[in-house]
């Protein structure tokens, strides 16, 4: 079974996956994008493969954590995951659906459109009764031909996000991170982070778009999504640009086509300096 790019959603079910591993279907890669207590875990999908966005995957000389690395950094560790310009990619984590999207948006930043993201992530993979490998991710085979073709305007900066701030009858922010981080009554995980949020941004917790560990269907991410910023193009922002994927993946699902992810987000914002600093909800 080949999987063709036009039969590939950027949400895939367990069922779908599994009957592709099944198969054997060509190009098939299946990659654990795990952060936190999930990183490195000793269980995985057969044979999925380690997309480390604390490693390989981020650019450790910048200030801010899972910054975006370089195209041909990022280039590199797909190539080294084996992946081909023509592999199908399907991406999960170990929490349901919380990294997993981060490593699905960086692909697609990167001109590659053939990746999703597993629904439920392993937690429903295995509440399924799918096999699963007593492994941690990993990959010693050849590397891959993955080509980086950066698409402008997909990963921004805080010029970008505080113009979109500036112009609210074109664009919105959307902040993926607690409500009371929001609000600046729950600290920042980070030290020295201010609390509180941007002037002019709306609170939208990631977990809002989920239930049960998966995404709301596309009517309920439409319903949501449209209430809060109707036509106007999205910005999203989260602690340091990961569960912001999440409504990046909500947003596309809803049919927001290109909605723009703030890579450094609140570790970058809330660094104590003169970008402003909100209070309350």
Do not use: K
């Amino acid at each position: 079974m080949t999987v063709r790019h036009t039969d590939l959603r950027p949400l895939v079910g367990v069922q779908w996956l599994a009957e592709r591993l099944g198969s054997g279907a060509d190009g098939v890669v299946v990659a654990d994008a795990s952060v936190g207590p999930h990183r490195g875990a000793p269980r995985r999908i057969p044979g999925a493969r380690a997309f480390d966005l604390d490693g390989a995957f981020c650019d450790h000389t910048a200030p801010a954590p899972h910054t975006m690395p370089s195209p041909g950094a990022f280039a590199a560790a797909v190539r080294a995951l084996g992946i081909d310009d023509t592999s199908t990619v399907v991406v999960y984590d170990g929490a349901g659906i919380h990294s997993s999207a981060r490593a699905w948006w960086m692909l697609r930043a990167m001109g590659f459109d053939r990746a999703a993201v597993l629904d439920g992530g392993l937690p429903a993979w295995e509440a399924a009764g799918l096999p699963v490998e007593d492994a941690p991710a990993g990959y010693d085979g050849p590397p891959g031909t993955f080509t980086a073709r950066p698409r402008p305007g997909l990963i921004v900066d805080s010029a970008a996000v505080g113009a979109a701030l500036a112009d609210p009858a074109r664009a919105v922010v959307l902040d993926a991170r607690t409500r009371a981080r929001f609000a600046g009554t729950a600290p920042e995980p980070r030290p020295g982070l201010r609390g509180g949020h941007m002037p002019g941004a709306l609170s939208l917790p990631f977990g809002e778009l989920q239930r049960g560990g998966a995404m709301l269907p596309e009517a309920e991410l439409r319903a949501v999504l449209r209430e809060l910023a109707g036509d106007r193009q999205l910005y999203v922002s989260c602690g340091s640009g990961v569960t912001a994927c999440v409504l990046a993946l909500g947003a596309v699902l809803a049919g927001y086509p290109d909605p723009a992810v703030y890579d450094g987000s609140w570790s970058e914002w809330g660094r104590p300096g003169e970008l402003p600093v909100a209070t309350g909800d």
